[in-house]
């Protein structure tokens, strides 16, 4: 299975490690908006200009997209998938029905295959969601992200005039996980479940006040938030917020029985090292089950829930039900 990276951030990084645990895949290069001259990968992958990429149709099976939600994957991902298979990790919940229509036209009309919003939220979590509301159809769900490192958030925060780096961390409140344990979270809201914490690295004479009122300000990622703004130096940056953890949780409680019944609870728990890490190898799983999903015919766009989980992982049906199930 031939892959191709298309950006080369943390999450391409990411991906170009994970590329060496799938002995089924076969890197064709890394794609950049950066020099190629200044990229250097570990593994030895070649690198090309972005702009090169469409001499490359016939050799890549699937493209890996490894831009930020904010601005890059509504216009890279439309136009990738027209010429492309391609996997996405889009994260901005509240406007995926949009990005999908977009992307849905795109890869149709190029008779490919593209699958958005890969990774562990929305992705995984997605998946947790939908499996634990159908189990328990009367119940109550909650779902907590941290503490960690957003990276759809800190790209957002980078994209602000004046802004050199950032890291921003979402907080789970105690309080609300701990009602959501016991089955009495209703009515709470985005501000009493999650506060958001950023530390912003500003350009020598950037309007620190403008900065900090558009990160507050912004619809879908802080404006919903208890928020606040750390303006720190690159060498407190690189000393405390290198690393970019993440984790969470996706919480159901409900009943079972007539009457009063049977209390039950589902939970899905994620502690991770590193979220780009881990969301690459998410999105290589998804990439095995776009190539299998597009040999078989299918075109357009999907989501998780359109896969079957047995085109995720490299092994034959046999292998499947003599150790997995």
């Known amino acids: 299975m031939k892959i191709a ?16 645990q799938n002995p089924d895949m076969q890197a064709v290069g890394i794609f950049t908006r950066r020099k190629p001259e200044d990229i250097h990968p570990g593994t030895g992958i070649p690198v090309y200009a972005a702009d090169e990429v469409g001499r490359f149709k016939d050799e890549i099976d699937v493209l890996i997209l490894c831009g930020g939600s904010a601005t890059d994957l509504p216009e890279m991902t439309p136009r990738l998938a027209a010429d492309f298979n391609v996997v996405d990790s889009f994260d901005t919940h509240a406007v995926i029905p949009r990005h999908f229509a977009a992307v849905d036209s795109a890869a149709r009309e190029g008779g ?8 562990w939220d929305p992705g995984l979590f997605s998946l947790a969601r939908l499996y634990a509301t159908a189990i328990l159809p009367e119940g109550q769900g909650e779902t907590f992200w941290g503490r960690g490192v957003s990276q759809g958030h800190s790209d957002a ?21 701990e009602l959501a344990r016991a089955g009495r979270s209703e009515g709470l809201c ?16 950037a309007d620190r006040a403008e900065i900090e009122r558009q990160i507050k300000e912004m619809p879908h990622y802080f404006a919903d938030y208890d928020t606040t703004v750390t303006f720190i130096d690159r060498a407190e940056m690189q000393a405390h917020h290198a690393e970019l953890p993440h984790g969470g949780c996706v919480i159901r409680c409900g009943q079972t029985g007539i009457g009063e ?3 039950a609870q589902m939970e899905l728990r994620l502690t991770l090292g590193s979220n780009p890490e881990f969301t690459a190898n998410i999105l290589l799983a998804y990439a095995r089950a776009v190539a299998r999903k597009h040999a078989r015919g299918e075109r357009g766009c999907v989501t998780v829930f359109d896969v079957a989980p047995a085109d995720l992982l490299a092994a034959s049906g046999e292998e499947l039900r003599a150790h997995y199930l």
Do not use: F, M
């Open 112 to 119: 490919h295959l593209a699958l958005i919003s890969a990774g």
């Open 261 to 263: 019944g049977h209390r």
């Open 157 to 177: 925060i980078r994209r602000i005039p004046g802004v050199l780096d950032a890291r921003q961390y979402t907080v789970p409140i105690d309080e609300a996980v």
């Open 190 to 205: 985005a501000r009493q479940k999650h506060r958001r914490e950023c530390y912003v690295v500003a350009e020598d004479g």
């Open 5 to 20: 990276i298309y950006g080369y951030g943390n999450l391409g990084r990411g991906v170009e490690c994970a590329l060496t």
